[in-house]
């Protein structure tokens, strides 16, 4: 070979190595200069998205026949600096008209208090309650007295007269719109089953006033549809247009997330939009979802979780129940998961799948060996949150006999956990006893008669 072709031949094996060599710079991503103190976090985020999904299973192993298990999935973020909330110029807009009466008010008070315990004295507040007129308590920075007489006229709020959404977030407005608020961040929270019965009732006229206040005060309107026939078009739809987030809420042990996300729209966050969908196997009945509220159909589960901050954990319990048989020691899928999310670190529209599987080993199901003692002890505390806040909301809806079937029947699938794991469990056991005392010395507002109620027309004597 000459040394022309010598020559020839490394220029082309250069020019080779150059070219991938731009290939590999120009498919390298740019750290954006806000993650440059996080850059491999960034990275991380770019490469597999901002949240990570695992599972955990108890028992993990299956005899044949009817058996009961739960599942735990797990929803963990990166970790970064979120950045230092601002302070915050916060109206809370109770809906008290008869039409919540019962569980419903009672969903809608704990929430309330969990956004008033997630608030800092550097930030403000003012509460109106909505009824036949709006009840205003005005504005003033959340001091320790403020916040103490702020609790407890919530928590003693009752159930009485009409609805009138517009007058009260007219009347939050007016108190966020201040010269004092002007360089606070100013957020509406309203709790309500989206069922106004006075003022401006249709949906359009009721988005406009939030979009209003956003472009004219820059108030962000959030909205919290309680109840599983709340409206939930009218309720989104003052949240699309204030800038704010949409929730919904059937399950009294899971308000303090309302509080989560309103502190998140403080602060830079992982993801937004985030959703579970769950589908069981062929074998499996859901039982309940706990930890976060959802929407269940069937073998079908669509969670809606909203934003999640950095190096947040959030779990999600499936109390599941299956039959199976055989002896040939085999994988039984108990559950597909589905997640989607906006990544927020990297502005990518993300999903991820996970099957949940436990094992049918008819050795291996009894005894101890076979429960998995972490799930099972987080598993344990979800049952008893949800079924004490069941027997919390039966007793607020006048049913205090139900109530307390429901706490011993909690107590008593309790023993039976204890058999093999009573360490584990000890937790839950207090947490049951402490619910069961709150709930029997509540004292529990009377309702008053729903005006808004149609009158039935007296039958007709033949």
């Not at 009945?285 to 947040?312: F, I, W």
């Amino acid at each position: 070979m000459g040394r022309a072709e010598i020559h020839r031949g490394s220029s082309f094996l250069l020019l080779a190595t150059l070219l991938l060599s731009g290939l590999a710079l120009a498919e390298e991503p740019v750290v954006p200069d806000w993650a440059e103190g996080w850059k491999e976090t960034w990275l991380d985020a770019y490469r597999d998205g901002s949240i990570r999904m695992s599972s955990k299973v108890t028992p993990r192993f299956l005899g044949n026949g009817r058996q009961e298990l739960f599942a735990v999935l797990e929803l963990r973020s990166l970790s970064f600096p979120p950045g230092e909330p601002p302070a915050a110029s916060v109206a809370l807009v109770i809906d008290r008209s008869a039409s919540t009466a019962g569980r419903r008010l009672l969903i809608a008070r704990k929430a309330a208090l969990s956004v008033i315990d997630g608030m800092t004295e550097k930030d403000q507040l003012a509460i109106i309650r909505v009824s036949d007129e709006p009840e205003v308590l005005p504005i003033e920075p959340l001091t320790a007295e403020h916040r103490a007489r702020m609790k407890a006229l919530v928590s003693e709020m009752e159930a009485v007269g009409r609805s009138d959404l517009s007058a009260g977030l007219e009347a939050a407005f007016a108190q966020l719109s201040k010269p004092s608020e002007a360089g606070l961040y100013r957020q509406v929270i309203l709790l309500s089953d989206g069922r106004p019965t006075d003022g401006m009732v249709d949906q359009d006229g009721l988005a406009r006033l939030a979009r209003a206040a956003r472009e004219q005060h820059s108030i962000h309107v959030n909205t919290v549809a309680i109840g599983e026939d709340a409206d939930l078009d009218l309720m989104a739809g003052m949240a699309k247009q204030g800038w704010g987030f949409a929730a919904s809420l059937n399950d009294s042990a899971a308000t303090t997330r309302v509080s989560t996300r309103r502190q998140l729209d403080l602060v830079r966050r992982a993801a937004s939009a985030v959703e579970l969908r769950v589908r069981v196997g062929p074998t499996v009945t859901l039982l309940g979802v706990m930890g976060l509220d959802a929407a269940v159909q069937g073998s079908l589960a669509r969670v809606p979780v909203g934003e999640v901050g950095s190096g947040e954990v959030i779990r999600l319990v499936l109390h599941l129940s299956t039959d199976n048989v055989g002896k040939e020691v085999r994988p039984i899928e108990l559950a597909q998961i589905d997640l989607q999310y906006e990544d927020a670190l990297t502005e990518k529209r993300r999903t991820q799948s996970l099957s949940v599987k436990a094992e049918l080993n008819p050795a291996k199901a009894r005894g101890r060996g076979a429960l998995d003692p972490e799930a099972l002890k987080h598993a344990s505390v979800a049952f008893v949150q949800r079924h004490t806040a069941r027997a919390d909301e039966t007793a607020e809806d006048g049913d205090r006999a139900g109530a307390r079937e429901i706490l011993e029947s909690t107590r008593e699938s309790l023993k039976q956990m204890a058999r093999l794991a009573r360490l584990q469990i000890t937790d839950a056991m207090a947490l049951l006893a402490r619910r069961s005392s709150e709930i029997a010395e509540q004292s529990r507002p009377k309702a008053k008669p729903d005006p808004s109620a149609s009158k039935k027309s007296p039958k007709k004597k033949p």
